[in-house]
């Protein structure tokens, strides 16, 4: 399977606990974004990366969320001192210039629960 | 503030009959617009799009069409099947890159 690939698929933590999930993109594809999607709402932009360079990130993303794309491969979401309100599936998305603009590659997800 | 609006959270129809999902936007400044499709326990896949300089899209039983002056785009799913049954969201853009706005989704279920 060549698609997002995203770990773990299911999170259940403490609040206050540090999280990390991963996203492996399609291997050509340079831009990577990360998407939040609370329950009955669409999916909310985070932060989006060219290669190895985060270029935009909501405000949605406080302090404690740090992303990171290390040579332009995988990417990792970090969430730290998670609160309730942090839980959500959380989206990685791919794609590549040339592409029409906007058609993303989403992965499946990553659900966090904060207990 | 809610950007995009889909204002029916479902809707229900038969098989071989119109689906039609609709969406209103408020940001001028968007110029492309899309529709992804979502299976349970799946990430979304994108259906289809639209730039702000075409009205109607069609590829194959799916057919996006935009009013800008009315900021609105529709959906037309023809003839339905079955499964089609999913998630529906409306998204829109304004870079040249993916940042999208979603409106919240339409729950299609076609009936056999």
């Known amino acids: 399977d060549t698609g997002v690939s995203q770990n773990p698929r299911h999170k259940i933590t403490k609040r206050g606990q540090n999280v990390t999930f991963r996203c492996d993109p399609i291997?050509?594809?340079?831009?990577l974004y990360w998407y939040r999607q609370t329950l009955g709402q669409g999916p909310e932009f985070l932060t989006y990366?060219?290669?190895?360079?985060?270029?935009?990130k909501s405000r949605l993303l406080s302090d404690r969320f740090s992303a990171e794309r290390p040579k332009g491969s995988f990417s990792t979401l970090e969430i730290q001192r998670t609160e309730q309100g942090d839980s959500a599936m959380y989206l990685c998305?791919?794609?590549?210039?040339?592409?029409?603009?906007?058609?993303?590659?989403f992965g499946e997800g990553s659900r966090l629960t904060v207990l | 503030d809610q950007q995009v609006k889909q204002n029916s959270p479902s809707l229900s129809v038969q098989e071989g009959r119109i689906s039609i999902l609709n969406c209103d936007y408020t940001?001028?400044?968007?110029?492309?617009f899309l529709w992804y499709k979502k299976y349970p326990a799946e990430g979304p896949t994108f259906l289809i799009s639209?730039?702000?300089?075409?009205d109607k899209n069609e590829d194959g039983r799916f057919t996006v069409f935009l009013n800008k002056s009315a900021k609105h785009l529709s959906l037309h799913i023809v003839p339905s099947q079955p499964g089609d049954s999913a998630v529906y969201f409306c998204?829109?853009?304004?870079?040249?890159?993916?940042?999208?706005?979603f409106g919240q989704g339409t729950i299609l279920t076609v009936h056999p």
């Open positions: 639209i730039s702000s300089i075409k």
């Open positions: 940001n001028s400044m968007f110029d492309y």
């Open positions: 998204a829109s853009g304004g870079t040249s890159y993916g940042k999208l706005t």
């Open positions: 990366f060219q290669n190895e360079a985060q270029l935009e």
């Open positions: 291997s050509e594809h340079n831009r």
């Open positions: 998305a791919s794609s590549a210039r040339g592409l029409p603009t906007g058609e993303l590659f």
